[in-house]
Structure formats: structure tokens, C-alpha cells
Nanobody
């Protein structure tokens, strides 16, 4: 049974940094499409950063470009999201997701993908 466990969320002030981690276990196959999503209060889930096409392509939401960086340690089956220069509008529940393959980043945002339980990020002004 695949399990994704996020950690690293918390409360910070504007301009602060956080590093989210997503540890995966129970995977029988390589998941070459991985990413982070977030859902602000009262809003829909949105993609923050996705690595797809067997790691050859990475996309970021325009709102986080230059501030966030996605990375992974395949040996540890762990996905990371380094978040710098945080803003109040970054406040959301952050989720990691994995899928065996994505042709396009939007393919990851699917109920059939593996999802973590989420970690809360709160940025105060």
C-alpha cells in the first residue's frame, strides 16, 4: 500500500522560509511524475510545482516562480519543496502527489494519483 507522508509545514512570517518533505513508502513501481499542490481556504486545489516526463520537465505556478524549488531524493523516495520569500497568499494546505507517469502536468491532479494527507502552511503579515 502506497503511503505519502508530508512534513515541514508550520507558521512563519512574511519573507520566511519553509522546506516541505514528502516521504513515500510501499511503492512497487517507480513514480516518475511527482509534484506539490496547495489548497487555500475556500479555494480549489492548484498545482504548485510538478516534475513530469520522467523528470525531464518541471513546471511551477507563476505565483511561486523564483521563490519555490521542487527537488527529490530518489534514494530516499522523498520529494521536497523549498519555499522562500513566503507571502500571506501562500497560506494553504500543501499536498504531495505521485503518479507512475504524466504526459502533461495536469495528469497528476487526478484522484487516481497517490496523495499525502497534507501539511498546513500559514504565513502571517
Amino acid at each position: 500500500q502506497v503511503q505519502l507522508v508530508e512534513s515541514g509545514g508550520g507558521s512563519v512570517q512574511t519573507g520566511g522560509s519553509l522546506r516541505l518533505s514528502c516521504a513515500a513508502s510501499g511503492m512497487k513501481y517507480s513514480t516518475n511524475c511527482v509534484g506539490w499542490f496547495r489548497q487555500p481556504p475556500g479555494k480549489e486545489r492548484e498545482a504548485v510545482a510538478v516534475i513530469y516526463r520522467v523528470g525531464s520537465d518541471t513546471i511551477y505556478a507563476d505565483s511561486v516562480k523564483g521563490r519555490f524549488a521542487i527537488s527529490q531524493d530518489n534514494a530516499k523516495n522523498t520529494l521536497y519543496l523549498q519555499m522562500n520569500s513566503l507571502k500571506p497568499e501562500d497560506t494553504a494546505m500543501y499536498y504531495c502527489a505521485r503518479r507512475i507517469f504524466c504526459l502533461e502536468p495536469r495528469d497528476l491532479d487526478d484522484d487516481d494519483s497517490f496523495w499525502g494527507q497534507g501539511t498546513q502552511v500559514t504565513v502571517s503579515s
